[in-house]
């Protein structure tokens, strides 16, 4: 079973109350004293592009801190579990927004809400460019929640639970925010009264829809969901009674996984997707559908271009899938992932991040992806201009 299926078991356990298999390796937590009157710039211009999450405590919308050491603890923890240097902030260090003032007065009201965002590493590294995307367009704290997989279960020796966590944003490791994480993350207000979870379709275009063609279980409506984006109402998860094709009495998430895993385990390709379909397919009244377009993988312009909300507003969110930011199948998404990955953090994102993205996807026009390359840049655009006019009035 891939190793999807093995992240998904740790997400069971955040829902559930149960332990998670593995340490909670990295929570982002702020810490006082600290404002943006303190914040440079590196000295000399470092054009240290790929290491530059490793060596900078990071503020959303690219500004910089130079690096300072964290707790000693906090380095054991984080040290062996994504093998960087020492200097790396780990359990007690945080991500900044742009908007830093106003966001501690907005604590002090009352008004203030951290977004958590949850991933689970597979192997011995997690790809950074991910969370660098997260930080470079969000106004909002962001704790991070990052689980190993079971590979790296050895080095952690206490299991934690979120219990006060409320709400979560948990995604894939290959996940590109090409927009404030903040935006996602209002979809929770329009969550009705019985809806305790949000994810997008699998397909909009059943004709090349896998579900609806190969599954040998259950599944939610008649495409299918993708779990690469999931929005989770904890709270609601862990109160709530789910009906289901095990036993005619409604169960709580904690009674109902184990059971539906060892009862579908042959016929489940997809692992942790393929569950969250049978659970929805039975409760199918529990999920709020997202919008294409904050899910957008290969499928969606590879056999024509089957994302109308996309096709109107841009891609949000970017799901490469199938590894297409590491190969030259897919060449534009390749060329958003890497201009995210070697933009420094603290240059003009004009003139450092679009700009050479544009260029390089001029190139790709000959792709059936590449000829919609400006979904791609549409919102990215309306982030860093966002981005840019905060920098200017925080000046």
Not at 42 to 57: I, L, V, Y
Not at 79 to 101: I, K, M, Q, T, Y
Not at 219 to 245: C, H, P, Q, W
Not at 365 to 371: I, V
Request: net charge negative.
């Amino acid at each position: 079973m891939r190793c999807y299926l093995r992240a998904w078991l740790l997400c069971m356990a955040i829902f559930s109350s149960l332990y998670v298999f593995n340490h909670l390796a990295h929570t982002l937590e702020e810490t006082n004293g600290r404002d943006l009157g303190e914040l440079e710039t590196p000295e000399g211009g470092s054009r240290d592009t790929g290491n530059d999450f490793k060596n900078r405590t990071v503020l959303a919308g690219g500004r910089v801190r130079k690096p300072v050491r964290c707790n000693s603890l906090s380095v054991s923890y984080w040290n062996p579990f994504w093998r960087l240097p020492a200097d790396v902030c780990g359990l007690n260090c945080f991500v900044e927004s742009s908007s830093r003032d106003r966001m501690d007065s907005e604590a002090e009201d009352g008004g203030d809400e951290s977004i958590h965002l949850a991933v689970a590493a597979c192997g011995p590294k997690l790809d950074e460019t991910l969370l660098k995307s997260a930080i470079l367009f969000s106004k909002k704290l962001i704790k991070f929640h990052i689980f190993a997989d079971d590979e790296l279960q050895g080095s952690f020796q206490n299991a934690l639970i979120l219990k006060e966590v409320d709400s979560l944003l948990y995604v894939d490791t290959d996940i590109l925010f090409l927009q404030p994480v903040e935006d996602i993350w209002a979809f929770f207000s329009q969550f009705n009264a019985s809806q305790l979870a949000a994810m997008a379709l699998e397909t909009e275009d059943l004709r090349i829809g896998w579900y609806n063609r190969f599954a040998r279980h259950p599944y939610y409506g008649s495409a299918g969901i993708n779990s690469g984006v999931l929005l989770m109402n904890m709270t609601r998860i862990r109160e709530t009674f789910f009906k289901n094709d095990i036993t005619t009495v409604a169960l709580k998430w904690s009674e109902i996984l184990m059971p539906l895993l060892q009862k579908y385990k042959l016929k489940i390709p997809w692992g942790d997707q393929d569950l969250l379909n049978i659970i929805f397919h039975h409760n199918p009244e529990s999920l709020y559908v997202l919008p294409c377009q904050w899910n957008y993988r290969t499928d969606h312009c590879v056999y024509g271009h089957n994302c109308q909300q996309a096709e109107k507003d841009g891609v949000s969110i970017l799901h490469g899938s199938r590894g297409v930011y590491h190969d030259e199948n897919q060449p534009e998404f390749r060329a958003i992932y890497e201009a995210i990955r070697q933009y420094p953090f603290g240059d003009n994102m004009e003139t450092a991040l679009l700009q050479p993205l544009e260029a390089s996807l001029r190139t790709t026009t000959n792709s059936y992806c590449g000829r919609v390359s400006h979904l791609f840049t549409k919102r990215l655009k309306q982030s860093i201009a966002s981005v840019q006019q905060e920098v200017t009035r925080g000046r």
